[in-house]
């Protein structure tokens, strides 16, 4: 595809749900980024990857949160357990190697009830 | 990580040239610096970046003075369909950004 790509678009999950994000980046970037974005703020950087290795996950809140990207291309962010604090837009971020131009997905809202 | 400081939000008539200028005093010497473009429901989108002096693009100016320690957007004759959030970064190859919380511009009929 010509863009980063995020499934679901809306996400509605009842508290204590384990929830799984999807992010598609462009064909042939290496980088890989997860951002929080909360009502009203800027992204908040979540955990970054290169290729399938996870170089920084300081950004995640808890250990309510995981990330993986098994095979160096598509990304899955997983939110155990969710907590009302956890609803926000998440966004996926891809880039080329050595490149800090980020190219953004349209997101994933998170509304948790 | 450089720390930038932006105005919270700015209205504009549509047509006119529209300046946002961002604060950067602790930019590192290799850091550039990023304006990304953001609307709503949407993710960021670049629009422009710069190490120094002027760049320009076929969207925005970029003016860097030479102590770095700032920067001004340009955005040429804006319309209606330029009102969205603004965000000014320095960082350079791989960081964990900050994005802030941007400058919101309104452009006004």
């Known amino acids: 595809g010509a863009g980063v790509s995020q499934s679901p678009r809306y996400k509605v999950a009842k508290r204590g749900q384990d929830v799984a994000l999807r992010c598609d980046p462009i064909?042939?970037?290496?980088?890989l980024f997860w951002y929080q974005q909360a009502l009203g703020q800027g992204p908040e950087f979540l955990t970054y990857?290169?290729?399938?290795?996870?170089?920084?996950k300081s950004g995640l809140p808890s250990d309510r949160f995981f990330a993986e990207r098994p095979e160096g291309s598509v990304s899955t962010l997983k939110i155990q357990r969710t907590q009302q604090e956890d609803s926000a837009v998440y966004l996926c971020?891809?880039?080329?190697?050595?490149?800090?131009?980020?190219?953004f997905g349209p997101g994933t809202r998170l509304t948790v009830l | 990580l450089a720390k930038t400081t932006q105005p919270i939000s700015m209205d504009s008539y549509e047509g006119q040239e529209v300046n946002i200028t961002c604060s950067h005093n602790?930019?590192?010497?290799?850091?550039?610096i990023t304006w990304y473009q953001q609307f709503p429901s949407q993710g960021p989108r670049f629009i422009i970046q710069?190490?120094?002096t002027k760049v320009t693009n076929e969207v925005a100016s970029l003016f860097i003075p030479a102590d770095r320690k700032s920067s001004t957007l340009s955005l040429p004759r804006v319309s209606l369909s330029d009102t969205a959030v603004y965000y000014c970064?320095?960082?350079?190859?791989?960081?964990?950004?900050?994005f802030g919380t941007g400058t919101k511009l309104q452009v006004i009929p």
């Open positions: 970064l320095g960082a350079g190859g791989y960081q964990k950004v900050t």
């Open positions: 602790n930019i590192a010497t290799n850091d550039y």
């Open positions: 710069g190490y120094k």
């Open positions: 971020a891809s880039s080329f190697p050595g490149r800090d131009t980020q190219y």
């Open positions: 990857f290169q290729n399938e290795a996870q170089l920084d």
């Open positions: 064909s042939g970037h290496v980088s």
